[in-house]
């Protein structure tokens, strides 16, 4: 998990990058995303192995800036959104609304209008399928239905350092249709009484990398596709892990996708349907290509003669405002001491175990958590930093500038950069202006108090 010498990189920013990246960011903190990296696993996921053809959705949640959305869509790529809200902003940035599809905790109030721009809704409750029946009875409408199939996968280990709260499947979950709703015959007399027609099956267990459950997963989601005729296609969502640190495995496509593919044949052999495969990653696409350009503004240390339980404290610009994943999950992200310089000469050797923490005022606001327990501080051994060196948090792509607690402390957003391979630097989001905060308040008349 740690790093025994101090890496004088972090996993894309050299020194003189992460300096580029400030000078046109105009400070920090900001996040920086790699193009190259965002690429690579594009190509992965374009390459998951299917048989009679896939769609690969982008979990837009991960990460929405417009720029990544539109980099995605370049490639081919859809959208998955997961709110009214997120299908919107998808449509603002130029994506069409048949490439968007929405697996939402509720139906938005405007989904009518929505299904008919030709944005694919699959409903995850019993509740949504009524009320999207009753909006479009006896119109044959096509319908997605987002099944839990009973199997969850991921979630909290604390010997799982990647650790993310992304067991979505299995009786304590709450999302999708429970299936035995649907197997026993529950959901099919909703279909039938408002005459929709089921085109899509959706299931999303969470996160994993074992093929074995990848497989289970995609034989139990099938077994739903067989109850409709109409369905055309199934889509087993995302969760696809990746090693954040240096000594976690990256999921191998290949290895869990070619079982599913082998159960879509299995599947066309039976009931003599070709059925198209759908897959949405959010984490996959996004997480590496990330990373947290931040300063170290101060060191306080709690070290003394008298006691030996004190530690030293490194205090980075950025905080919880910016990466929740330490704090929310105990999650480790990587991080990586540059000098403040920027020039690579200035890198000492020494290291120093110490605990890093954010910038808000919040015994929370911690960076090195032990793995999995948010609460729990741990010390990290870094490379001996000074006040305004710069610290690269990274696997910060996914979940981090989207899932943060933004203006806690009235911190404004910070700004995004893009980074092309040959270095070019590309302002992708402005840093927020820190009267948009409180902008939309207002004044209570004279006399309320
Ligand atoms: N599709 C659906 C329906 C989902 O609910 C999710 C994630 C995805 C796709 C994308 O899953 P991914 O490939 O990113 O694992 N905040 C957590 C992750 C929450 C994921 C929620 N659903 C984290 O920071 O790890």
């Given amino acids: 998990l740690l790093r025994a010498t101090p890496a004088t990189s972090s996993n894309f920013l050299t020194p003189e990058l992460a300096q580029s990246c400030i000078d046109v960011a ?17 190509d992965a996921c374009l390459a998951f192995p299917n048989a009679y053809g896939l769609t690969v959705r ?38 069409p609304a048949e490439k968007i599809s929405l697996s939402s905790q509720e139906l938005p109030t405007d989904f009518e209008e929505l299904v008919k721009l030709g944005v694919k809704i699959n409903c995850c409750s019993i509740s949504q399928l009524e009320r999207f029946g009753e909006a479009f009875a006896n119109t044959s409408q096509k ?39 649907v197997t026993d015959g529950t959901v099919p007399a909703i279909v039938e009484k408002y005459g ?96 947290l350009v931040t300063k170290i503004q101060d060191k306080v240390s709690t070290k003394s003669s008298s006691s030996d339980d004190g530690h030293i404290f490194l205090k980075m610009d ?30 000492g050797t020494d290291v120093e175990s110490v605990v890093v923490v954010g910038h808000c005022c919040e015994s929370g606001d911690l960076m090195t958590p032990k793995p999995g327990e948010p609460e729990a501080l741990e010390e990290r051994p870094l490379r001996t930093a000074e006040l305004g060196d710069i610290a690269v948090m990274d696997g910060s792509g996914a979940y981090c500038a989207g899932m943060s607690t933004k203006n806690y402390n009235s911190f404004p957003e910070s700004p995004e950069v893009l980074v092309t391979a040959d270095g070019e630097v ?12 409180y902008e939309n308040e207002c004044d209570v008349p004279d006399g309320v108090f």
Avoid at 145 to 158: A, E, H, I, K, W
Wanted: net charge neutral.
């Fill in 143 to 181: 319908v997605g239905v987002r099944v839990n199939p009973g199997v969850g996968s991921g979630g909290f280990s604390s010997s799982t350092t990647g650790f993310s709260k992304t067991n979505v499947g299995g009786p304590s979950s709450s999302f999708g249709i429970w299936h035995e709703f």
């Fill in 426 to 437: 590309h302002l992708i989001r402005k840093r927020q202006d820190p009267k948009q905060i």
């Fill in 318 to 347: 950025a905080g919880m405002t910016d990466v929740l994943r330490p704090s929310l999950y105990g999650a480790i992200h990587p991080i990586t001491i540059l000098p403040g310089s920027g020039k690579s000469e200035d890198i």
């Fill in 196 to 291: 929709l027609e089921v085109e899509r099956i959706h299931t999303h267990i969470g996160s994993g990398s074992d093929p074995a459950i990848w497989q289970q997963t995609a034989k139990l989601s099938l077994s739903f596709c067989a109850i409709w005729d109409t369905v055309t296609s199934l889509n087993l969502g995302g969760g696809y892990k990746v090693g954040r640190n240096p000594d976690e495995k990256t999921t191998d496509l290949i290895e869990i996708g070619s079982p599913v593919a082998d159960a879509f044949k299995d599947f066309a052999k039976e009931h003599g349907r070709e059925l198209k495969m759908e897959i949405e990653p959010g984490t996959y696409l996004v997480a590496n290509a990330g990373a």
């Fill in 58 to 95: 982008y979990a837009m949640k991960a990460c929405p800036n417009g720029t990544i959305l539109k980099y995605f869509l370049s490639r081919g790529i859809c959208i998955d959104a997961s709110s009214g809200y997120e299908v919107r902003r998808a449509m603002d940035m130029g994506v």
């Fill in 26 to 42: 105009g400070g920090t903190p900001l996040y920086a995303y790699s193009l190259d990296s965002l690429a690579k696993s594009a």
